[in-house]
């Protein structure tokens, strides 16, 4: 079955910290994976995308994602968290038809302590 | 250029309406594909829209339906409303003949309907 965890509902950091946050997947065929990010009211942003090649990815506000196959995992990851990355963060997967569906995890909010 | 464009932005009826949710892709784009997020949740899909058929469908039930116009824009129709449609519903696009890797889905903003 195609599924995404995010173990962590709801994470609080201090500014200036650095973050991680977890994602594990289960995709049956060759895996694309993407970080967005939701503020409130909003849509989805793309933060980064993985599809192969190098499996560190550097993606917009500084963020950057490992993909791990061994692990199922593609943690996201960034060095010094500002205020404004408050929001929900959401980790996905797709396959590479163009009919394709986006599977998304239950998402991680994310709090930032001034 | 445009991104994804929905309307409206906030919606609200009652148990057992009708409603209609519409959206403009991305230009350039001509497949539109539906999520619903609930409060608290990821998004989840609902369907997929190519050529005026649909082309893929999730876990939802007929109450929900779909169509495409020529123009690739797209509306979301969901009969007898419940309390649990209450939710964000989100339209993505993309070109239908690009890969995964070369085109990922656009967002649009999104529709957020309350039922009462």
């Known amino acids: 079955a195609q599924s995404v965890t995010q173990p962590d509902i709801h994470i609080t950091v201090s500014e200036g910290a650095s973050l991680e946050l977890r994602c594990n997947y289960s995709y049956g065929a060759t895996p694309y994976l993407f970080w967005y990010v939701q503020s409130p009211g909003q849509g989805l942003q793309l933060l980064l995308k993985?599809?192969?090649?190098?499996?560190l990815v550097q993606g917009i506000k500084g963020f950057e994602a490992e993909f791990k196959r061994s692990q199922s995992s593609f943690n996201l990851r960034k060095p010094s968290v500002h205020w404004s990355d408050a929001a929900e963060y959401f980790c996905a997967v797709g396959g590479d038809s163009s009919a394709s569906k986006i599977i998304f995890g239950s998402g991680t909010r994310l709090s930032i302590r001034p | 250029d445009a991104g994804v464009t929905q309307s409206p932005t906030h919606l609200i009826k009652t148990r057992g309406q009708q409603v209609t949710l519409r959206c403009s892709p991305k230009s350039g784009h001509d497949t539109v594909s539906w999520y619903q997020q609930a409060l608290g949740q990821g998004p989840q899909f609902i369907f997929q829209?190519?050529?005026?058929?649909?082309?893929q469908r999730g876990n939802f039930p007929d109450r929900f339906s779909g169509h495409q116009f020529p123009n690739y824009s797209s509306e979301l129709n969901v009969n007898a409303l419940l309390l649990g449609d209450s939710a964000l519903y989100l339209c993505a696009s993309r070109r239908y003949g690009d890969r995964g890797h070369d085109q990922p889905q656009h967002f649009g903003d999104g529709t957020r309907l309350s039922i009462l």
């Open positions: 993985y599809f192969s090649g190098d499996t």
């Open positions: 829209y190519y050529e005026e058929e649909e082309r």
